[in-house]
C-alpha cells in the first residue's frame, strides 16, 4: 500500500492555489536583505559605529542607515584636511568622462537580476500548468522552475547586489583583478567613498562565510588618512609610511564591518512547494478526458 494518496481534483486545485498565493506572497514581499554592521576599532573616529539595514523587493531598494558613537566620527571629518595631489591634464580628463559610462551599470545590472527572478516566477507559474495539461517533461520543467526560483534569491540577488556595491563589471577574468574587486568592497568607508587615494599605506581584506539562506562577508580596512596630515608632510607620507611614534603616525585608522546579504524571510515558504507535490499528486486533464472515452465505449 501506497503512503502517497492518489490523484485526486481538490489536491490539484490546493496545489496550484498554493503555488500562485506563494507568487503573490513573494512578489509583495522583501527579496533580499542585507545587514552592515561597521566599527572604526583604531584611530579618531573610533569608537564610532555604522549600521546600515538595506531591504530589495521586486522594484526598490530602500536603505537605512543608523550612526552609534558618532561624535568622534564628527570629530574626525571636522579636523581632516585634504588636498589632491596636483595632476595632468590629460588624466583629469579621463575622469571626468568614465563616470558617465559607467554610472548607468550597477542600476542597470541589479534591475536585470530582478527581471530574470520575476520570470523564473512566472515559469514556476507555467510548470504547474503543465503538470495539469499533462504536458511532456513535465515533472522535469517544474523541479527546474523551483530550482531557478531559489536560485535568483540565493546567488543572482545577492550577487548583483555586491557587484553594484564593488562597482565591478563581467570583464574580470583574471586573479588579479577579482582580487581588486574584493578589496574595493572592503574599501567602503566614507572617506575612500568621497576622496579617492587620501588613505595610503593600508591592507583589506574580505572573507566569506555560509549564512541561513545567505552569505556572511568579514570585512577589514586601515591606513594613513592623508587628510590628518599636515598639508606640508601628505607629500612625504604618501610616499614613505610615517615611522611609529611620530606626530604623522597618529593618522592611522581602521575600519572593521561585516556585511551579511541573505533572503527575505518570506522566501522560505517556496520550501512548502516540494511537500505539497508529495502530499498532492498531479492530476492530468488527458488522462480524465482518456478515462472518459474509455467509459463511453463500455457503455455503448
Known amino acids: 500500500m501506497s503512503l502517497r494518496p492518489s490523484p485526486s481534483p481538490t489536491g490539484t486545485v490546493i496545489r496550484g492555489g498554493a503555488t500562485v498565493l506563494i507568487v503573490i506572497h513573494i512578489m509583495m514581499s522583501a527579496w533580499l536583505v542585507v545587514q552592515f554592521d561597521g566599527r572604526y576599532t583604531e584611530g579618531r573616529p573610533s569608537p564610532t559605529n555604522i549600521k546600515a539595514l538595506v531591504a530589495v523587493d521586486d ?86 522552475s523551483w530550482t531557478a526560483v531559489l536560485l535568483c534569491f540565493l546567488v543572482v540577488l545577492p550577487g548583483a547586489y555586491l557587484s553594484d556595491l564593488t562597482g565591478s563589471d563581467g570583464s574580470e577574468d583574471s586573479d588579479e583583478r577579482n582580487s581588486a574587486s574584493n578589496n574595493d568592497l572592503a574599501n567602503e568607508t566614507f572617506v575612500a567613498q568621497t576622496e579617492e587615494g587620501s588613505m595610503v599605506h593600508g591592507t583589506s581584506n574580505i572573507k566569506l562565510s555560509l549564512a541561513p539562506l545567505g552569505v556572511h562577508i568579514d570585512m577589514m580596512f586601515n591606513g594613513y588618512d592623508l587628510g590628518l596630515v599636515e598639508k606640508t608632510n601628505q607629500s612625504a607620507v604618501r610616499a614613505e609610511a610615517p615611522e611609529p611614534g611620530s606626530e604623522d603616525a597618529s593618522s592611522w585608522v581602521q575600519f572593521e564591518s561585516r556585511l551579511t546579504a541573505k533572503a527575505g524571510k518570506n522566501i522560505q515558504s517556496l520550501f512548502i512547494l516540494p511537500v505539497l507535490w508529495l502530499a498532492f499528486p498531479a492530476m492530468s486533464i488527458k488522462k480524465e478526458d482518456s478515462s472518459a472515452e474509455v467509459e463511453s465505449d463500455e457503455e455503448a
Open 59 to 144: 522594484e526598490q531598494t530602500l536603505i537605512d542607515v543608523k550612526m552609534e558613537n558618532s561624535t568622534s566620527f564628527v570629530l574626525y571629518m571636522l579636523a581632516r584636511d585634504y588636498e589632491e595631489p596636483p595632476s595632468n591634464d590629460t588624466s583629469s580628463e579621463q575622469p571626468n568622462s568614465s563616470p558617465s559610462t559607467d554610472s548607468g551599470e550597477p542600476e542597470e545590472r541589479l534591475s536585470q537580476a530582478r527581471l530574470f527572478t520575476k520570470a523564473c516566477l512566472m515559469m514556476m507559474i507555467l510548470a504547474e500548468l503543465a503538470m495539469l495539461l499533462g504536458l511532456r517533461f513535465r515533472g522535469t520543467l517544474r523541479g527546474v
